[in-house]
Nanobody, 126 residues
Framework: VQLQASGGGLVQAGGSLRLSCAAS????????MGWFRQAPGKEREFVAA????????YYADSVKGRFTISRDNAKNTVYLQMNSLKPEDTAVYYC????????????????????WGQGTQVTVSS
């Protein structure tokens, strides 16, 4: 699976952005998908995950209620709608694919994912 993330940019605090991750190659609909982020000098951290059919989602506490992950299997794309952005959301955001397909506690572990996109920068100004 090849993944291409897009949609990042510069936004003021309180604003919104929608990230997209387009997949090609193997059957996208078989994979659970996740979003991670990495701020300068920090480790990569889990943001959100969605199961193969969109029926289950899982969020980090830091984004719960502000971010929404969704997918369109017909378009081979997963989205991350980010609202009420804060300066601490500033990071490079990565999408990833997990052949396991379902979402559970392991979904927050980056090593469980099989394929990664190249990342898109999100900068939130105060």
């Amino acid at each position: 699976v090849q993944l291409q993330a897009s949609g990042g940019g510069l936004v003021q605090a309180g604003g919104s952005l929608r990230l997209s991750c387009a997949a090609s190659g193997r059957t996208f609909s078989n994979y659970a998908m996740g979003w991670f982020r990495q701020a300068p000098g920090k480790e990569r951290e889990f943001v959100a995950a969605i199961s193969w059919n969109g029926g289950s989602t899982y969020y980090a506490d830091s984004v719960k209620g502000r971010f929404t992950i969704s997918r369109d299997n017909a378009k081979n794309t997963v989205y991350l709608q980010m609202n009420s952005l804060k300066p601490e959301d500033t990071a490079v955001y990565y999408c990833a694919a997990d052949q396991y397909g379902v979402v559970d506690g392991r979904s927050r572990l980056s090593y469980e994912y099989d394929y990664w996109g190249q990342g898109t920068q999100v900068t939130v100004s105060s």
